[in-house]
């Protein structure tokens, strides 16, 4: 079992900045597949960003392209999502996710493990 935990979530204004963590416990692999999905309000969940945990080209949905950095630090267990110029449609609970197989998806159903989700608020 793969127990994930993020943090780093908060409130700015638009223009801002935040950076999401996600640290990883438990039975973890070192060649799984991470990524940042988020869920605003009556909306349903989008994939953001993902990485491959051995590395790689890092993966972005185009609303956050040039906005967002993926990184993981594999000595810690720990994916990071840098946001930057954040907008307030960018307004989400955000959660990480990992997946058991060496290569991302931008699907959720591909994913086997999810945190428990960080608020992100952007006010203009």
């Known amino acids: 079992q793969v127990q994930l935990l993020e943090s780093g979530g908060g409130l700015v204004q638009a223009g801002g900045s935040l950076r999401l963590s996600c640290a990883a416990s438990?039975?973890?692999?070192?060649?799984?597949?991470m990524a940042w999905f988020r869920q605003a309000p009556g909306k349903e969940r989008e994939f953001v960003s993902a990485?491959?945990?051995?590395?790689?080209?890092?993966y972005y949905a185009d609303s956050v392209k040039g906005r967002f950095t993926i990184s993981r630090d594999n000595a810690k267990n720990t994916v990071y999502l840098q946001m930057n110029s954040l907008k307030p449609e960018d307004t989400a609970v955000y959660y990480c996710?990992?997946?058991?197989?060496?290569?991302?998806?931008?699907?959720?159903?591909?994913?086997?493990?999810w945190g428990q989700g960080t608020q992100v608020g952007v006010s203009s």
């Open positions: 990485i491959n945990w051995i590395g790689g080209t890092p």
């Open positions: 996710a990992a997946r058991s197989r060496i290569f991302v998806s931008s699907s959720a159903n591909e994913y086997d493990y």
């Open positions: 438990g039975r973890t692999f070192r060649r799984n597949a």
